[in-house]
């Protein structure tokens, strides 16, 4: 397994969108791995492949909370199925964004519906952060940051902010 560099926004990568991983290979397997490893040394609670530089509908995900517990979960081509009426706020971050948070109202369960590792389909129903997680990630394989879902004049901040970053750091 590897810790891989992640792709930093105002990388345009990240508004690709990801296609169909198609059958499941040792290297997608090595790239799950890889990806749980990079997500873990960050430290995240997910992360979508396109955050490392490859374009596949793949994300992993652990939202366990107890310390020294991991639950990893790997999601292939994921669709949400499903998603309730009800929402719920919660205070997102994301590994691609550093250091930045905001508020992100999304549905509070999805049903979602993927291949596992094995190759075999499944579906989940997921609540609380677990969808919020989810969905988060499924987000990024459409090219869609969760700064999309906060105003305008807040995103447009954010984009700048790290716009001038990127540019003092190639400097």
Same mark, same amino acid.
């Given at each position: ?36 490893? *990079? ?5 995240? &609670? ?12 793949? &994300? *992993? ?5 107890? @310390? ?17 009426? @009800?929402?719920?706020?919660?205070? @997102? ?9 905001? @508020? ?19 579906? &989940? ?6 969808? *919020? ?39």
């Amino acid at each position: 397994m590897a810790i891989l560099p992640l792709v930093i926004l105002p990388d345009q990568r990240l508004r690709l969108v990801s296609e169909p991983v198609g059958s499941v290979t040792a290297e997608i397997r090595r790239l799950a791995d890889d990806m749980l490893e *990079t997500m873990y040394d960050a430290p995240g &609670i997910g992360l979508a492949a396109i955050q490392i530089g490859v374009a596949k509908r793949l &994300i *992993t995900v652990d939202t366990s909370k107890e @310390e020294n517990v991991r639950r990893p979960q790997v999601f292939i081509d994921p669709v949400i199925t499903w998603a309730s009426e @009800e929402t719920r706020g919660y205070d @997102e971050g994301c590994l691609s964004i550093p250091d930045y948070y905001a @508020e992100v109202t999304r549905p509070d369960r999805v049903r979602v519906r993927f291949r596992d590792l094995d190759g075999a389909e499944r579906e &989940i129903e997921a609540d609380g952060l677990l969808a *919020t997680c989810i969905q988060h990630e499924i987000d990024h394989l459409d090219g869609v940051l969760f700064v999309d879902h906060i105003s305008k004049l807040k995103r447009d901040r954010v984009m700048k902010k790290f716009a001038k970053a990127a540019k003092r750091d190639a400097a």
